[in-house]
């Protein structure tokens, strides 16, 4: 069902929610960016609809919000082990197509890849999404070549003018509390967006045999192995856990689930001092190929969803659109030498 609303019946929508969820958004921190005098888009709870952005895209991703930086898996003592408590209220987290695709490769990673990881799926159970239509493409933004700019699986979808905004929404139980506060009944379809300026070609002879290539020897010098790539990334999963014993008693503490990434020194360090990635170009590597060839071989679509936020974010300006388009000389110069 679709409604046209105001801005301040969407809040009066919105506040009738209040009670059972979080609503999380991207806002803009004015000052919290990575240079100075520089603001930062990323996601936080909101109160009102005014403090949503919607004309610039976010400079991190909805994931954030779903699956948290640091989690708290349990407790332990000596003797005993006790899970740490669940958050009560379920979440609405407002989010574009890319990324609502993006949600499709965690739920892949997190519900089907070898069983459900419990602390994911207990978050992810109390989720429903707001579709943000998209009235124009971002800088960097690859996502049609990605067939990742339409998504149909939201609760509730938005389209944004000027003054007014329109609705539409497949959550029976929230169409009389819209019918309430609308202007309108109307048909809405989300706006998406159908083409972008920058654009990929994955070659359809893709193998793995591209890891031979010289191609990833580039980044040796220009990768310096921040990671913020993949912070920024809606599909990369990886984590890290933590044990952090407590100072009044050593035997006495909690284990974390943090956050990590496959770019930085020390993810592939093994027993005996050994790493399976030194080179920051063999990380470029398996980063890139696990995009936009492995996944997929598994699952049938491409992990990465074509947001531009890694181009975005890289302190060295290396495109990874630029890595994808790359491929195709390089599975020729590899096909060259196994001739």
């Not at 574009?96 to 070898?114: K, S, T």
Request: overall charge negative; proline content about 2%; charged content about 30%.
């Amino acid at each position: 069902m679709g409604f046209q609303i105001s801005k301040e019946g969407l809040n009066h929508f919105f506040n009738s929610l209040k009670n059972d969820y979080d609503i999380y958004a991207p806002i803009v921190f004015e000052g919290g960016g990575i240079f100075s005098d520089t603001d930062c888009i990323r996601y936080a709870k909101i109160n009102s609809i005014e403090e949503i952005e919607f004309e610039k895209k976010s400079n991190y991703s909805f994931k954030e919000s779903i699956l948290p930086v640091t989690q708290r898996l349990f407790y332990f003592t000596e003797e005993s082990v006790k899970e740490a408590d669940d958050k009560k209220k379920g979440s609405i987290v407002f989010l574009r197509a890319c990324e609502l695709n993006a949600v499709r490769r965690l739920d892949e990673m997190y519900l089907i890849n070898g069983g459900e990881d419990y602390y994911y799926k207990r978050l992810r159970d109390r989720v429903k999404f707001v579709l943000i239509g998209c009235n124009h493409s971002f800088e960097n933004c690859f996502c049609v070549d990605m067939e990742s700019n339409k998504s149909d699986e939201y609760s509730l979808a938005i389209n944004y003018g000027d003054n007014d905004f329109y609705i539409d929404c497949k959550e029976e139980n929230w169409n009389a509390l819209l019918k309430s506060n609308s202007v309108t009944e109307l048909e809405v379809t989300p706006n998406f967006v159908t083409e972008n300026d920058v654009r990929v070609n994955i070659p359809k002879d893709l193998t793995s045999e591209v890891a031979k290539s010289t191609m990833w020897d580039e980044y040796d010098s220009r990768c310096i192995a921040c990671g913020r790539c993949n912070f920024v990334c809606p599909t990369c999963t990886c984590f890290t856990m933590q044990d952090i014993f407590y100072t009044d008693n050593g035997k006495v503490g909690e284990r974390r689930r943090i956050w990590a990434s496959c770019m930085v020194d020390g993810y592939t360090d093994v027993a005996g001092g050994e790493s399976y990635r030194k080179k920051h170009g063999q990380r470029m590597r398996f980063k890139v190929l696990h995009k936009v060839l492995d996944f997929k071989q598994r699952n049938g679509y491409h992990m990465c969803v074509g947001c531009g936020r890694c181009d975005d974010v890289c302190p060295e300006y290396i495109s990874f659109s630029n890595s994808i388009n790359k491929l195709e000389a390089a599975m020729e110069e590899v096909t060259k030498k196994n001739d």
